[in-house]
């Protein structure tokens, strides 16, 4: 038999089947929200939420599955009432459990619900170190205090918190400072997440999504400002980074250059489960390929054609001709979808020109 | 008396089962072993990152639950894996101590 080890497998690809099951599900227990934020991908669908012995069912499921890691959001996740009973199951399960609000409702008393429901971590999210910028982006007066306030609350009862951000035409000059505010407040990540046109996303796009030049000098700034960060980390959870040369130089950092896969990790290593169990690659493809009440979550994994035409992509476009395409496998694949409607279509945010040429028609 | 290896604790992982049971039925019939050291078995997530083991790899790993030491593990191998003893031992060696580098595994007693 085979005696060669390879302590680490660096890179595996992604048309082979790498894991059994996803790693991690992103479930929206619900999309009500208390916010109504500008790029709110979930803010425009519409679809029943569970009841409590169904979600119950939905963790069991997971877990049978041996899924690791379980990411509630929505919606406000804290406005579905079973939120914690359901929480106390998942961890009892064996589920890593960690949820992303946006911690207007969140007190002194709320913090001590999710330290005892046993929630491995809290994702806040704020925007900009500017309360200003905040509010505006998430349509709420008052909204960057109270953040700031439920991550206090969430620091003093013993619950690991970090704060999540959405990159966009309001913030992005203010990231070095953002980082900054981040550290203050005594987090211990900053997860940035690129801009999405989906869902409220694509109706404000115009105002809020940067130009393709724009993200290649924000990464390369993010990179070094990142670089240069100690006492925090700083997460770029974009697979289009996979084009600049610091980010392949960074291994053993979030993922990006020793990460199991290229490309978008939705469909490959996670899925997402909407409020009523339907299943979808990411929150941002709303593609339903499957419910998971009525089919076999392994079943889904393993045969879905189109988690199969996301791990199995074909170049297109500018994709064709660019050597940098086996890093970044197209890059987000959402993207590519929801502006041109074709998973195999280049990365809209995607700056790099394989052809040297500065012609928009090139560059598509 | 060597120190007895184990996984550190903040590791969360899963072993691929079906995966792992595709490789060794290939290998029991004699097939291409090339999947052995190529797919992942066992997958690890440490900081955010996901990382695989292969097969080999991947036996180790679950092996290092505290209770062995190196050589114990190696031992434990040598059902599984048709090599001679001593260079199992090297291999394991140096999968075990570059898994302690990267802080993966822990010496139980530390």
Known sequence: ?364 | MGKKIARNPDVVWREESEIRDKILEALEKGEDDSQASEQGTVTLIISGTIYQLNLLGGEIWKLSDGSLTVEGIADSLSSIFDVEKEVLLEDVKEFVDDLLAKGWLVYKDS
Not at chain 1, 151 to 160: D, E, S
Request: aromatic share 8%; charged share 25%.
């Open chain 1, 1 to 364: 038999m085979n005696r060669e080890i390879s302590a680490v497998s660096h890179y595996i690809k992604p048309e082979k089947s790498i894991t059994t099951a996803p790693i991690l599900v992103n479930w929206a227990l619900t999309n009500r929200c208390n916010f109504s934020c500008s790029y709110c991908y979930s803010r425009l669908e519409k679809s029943e939420e569970l009841s409590t012995s169904h979600a119950r069912k939905i963790i069991k499921i997971l877990v049978e599955n041996k899924v690791l890691f379980l990411n509630l959001g929505g919606g406000e996740p804290l406005l579905k009432k079973d939120l914690f009973e359901l929480v106390s199951f998942a961890k009892e399960s064996g589920l890593n459990v960690t949820m992303n609000s946006n911690g207007y409702l969140l007190n002194n008393s709320v913090a001590h619900k999710i330290k005892n429901a046993g929630f491995n971590g809290i994702g806040i999210s704020i925007d900009s170190h500017k309360a200003k910028i905040h509010d505006e982006l998430r349509k709420t007066s008052g909204s960057h205090r109270r953040a700031i306030e439920a991550i206090r609350f969430l620091k003093k009862a013993g619950v690991k918190v970090y704060i999540s951000s959405v990159v966009c035409r309001a913030n992005f000059k203010e990231f070095e400072e953002l980082v900054s505010f981040a550290k203050k407040q005594g987090v211990e990540r900053l997860n940035m997440h690129n801009y999405k046109c989906s869902g409220m996303g694509f109706a404000n796009k115009d105002n809020l999504d940067l130009t393709p030049d724009e993200w290649g000098e924000f990464y390369q700034r993010a990179l070094d400002i990142r670089s240069n960060s100690t006492g925090i980390i700083v997460a770029l959870d974009d697979p289009i980074l996979a084009l600049l040369k610091q980010a392949k130089d960074s291994p053993f950092e979030n993922g990006i250059d020793n990460a199991l896969v290229k490309g978008s990790i939705c469909g490959k290593l996670t899925l997402y489960l909407r409020a009523n169990a339907d299943v979808t690659p990411c929150g941002f493809i709303p593609i339903s390929i499957g419910n998971l009440l009525k089919d076999d979550l392994k079943e889904l994994w393993t045969t879905s054609p189109v988690l199969q035409s996301m791990r199995n992509k074909t170049p297109k476009g500018k994709c064709r001709k660019c050597k940098q395409y086996e890093d970044c496998w197209g890059g987000c694949t959402a993207r590519a979808y929801a502006l041109r409607g074709d998973f195999n279509a280049p990365d809209p945010h995607c700056w790099y020109n394989p052809n040297g040429s500065n012609k928009k028609e090139d560059n598509k």
